[in-house]
């Protein structure tokens, strides 16, 4: 039992991140929010193999620990890259709030669906990586009004049901497809440490894993339907 909650507690720790990425941002310390976001993708990404070693749903069935996910990767997957959007004023300013309210409201829309996760392990619509796109954003330095039109588009997109897949669960290449998330991760975590001194080969580079993820989400949705 100890280690089922244990696990549970795990996935919490992922309120405190959130509080703590977001005092930075008020300080205006990106970097670190962005280094706390960091932290919150390795706990995402290994606590769900933490629960099911633990058999947590069986033990404590009771205790709804996918609610408890979901709570933990609003704040920090939406919330907390909106507030970077507001407050670093990577979009124009009379445009921050109104695309701050289109990623909030668009993701309070696809986490509440009933297929946001289906069962054979896809995300349904864009699954709210904000937190990813927000960091490439700072990364990058792109113009104010190249960002807004890209966070609007992807507002969108999680309202068209593309599935998308959900690496650490995913039917097909599973296993290489998480080696290169987590060479990426540490790419992407050592570029957010070593910003504004980030080699552009590196920063450019480091955009083929996302690429990889679209081109592979995309084929499972129509390529192997056209095959078959």
């Not at 070693?53 to 205790?63: G, I, N, T």
């Not at 939406?78 to 507001?86: D, H, K, Q, S, Y």
């Not at 039109?149 to 992807?154: A, D, F, K, M």
């Not at 969108?156 to 990426?184: C, D, E, H, K, Q």
Request: charged share 10%; net charge neutral; glycine share 6%.
């Amino acid at each position: 039992m100890f280690d089922a909650w244990l696990a549970h507690a795990y996935t919490a720790t992922g309120a405190v991140i959130a509080f703590l990425a977001a005092t930075e941002v008020f300080e205006g310390n990106y970097r670190a929010a962005f280094l706390w976001l960091g932290a919150q993708i390795v706990v995402d990404a290994t606590d769900g193999a933490l629960a099911r070693s633990a058999r947590v749903s069986q033990r404590l069935p009771w205790f709804n620990g996918a609610k408890l996910d979901d709570i933990i990767d609003y704040l920090c997957y939406v919330f907390v890259p909106a507030l970077i959007i507001w407050r670093a004023l990577l979009v124009p300013e009379s445009w921050a709030v109104v695309v701050a309210a289109a990623m909030l409201l668009s993701s309070a829309y696809g986490f509440n669906r009933d297929d946001a996760k289906t069962a054979d392990h896809f995300f349904t619509g864009f699954p709210s990586y904000w937190n990813i796109v927000v960091a490439y954003m700072w990364l990058l330095g792109w113009s104010p009004i190249v960002n807004a039109i890209i966070l609007l588009v992807l507002a969108v997109l999680v309202f068209v049901p593309i599935r998308y897949a959900y690496p650490s669960r995913m039917p097909v290449l599973r296993v290489s497809t998480n080696v290169l998330g987590a060479m990426w991760g540490a790419v992407l975590i050592t570029m957010l440490w070593r910003f504004p001194a980030v080699p552009a080969g590196m920063l450019y580079g480091s955009l083929a894993f996302p690429i990889y993820y679209l081109a592979l989400s995309l084929y499972l949705q129509f390529g192997r339907a056209t095959v078959r």
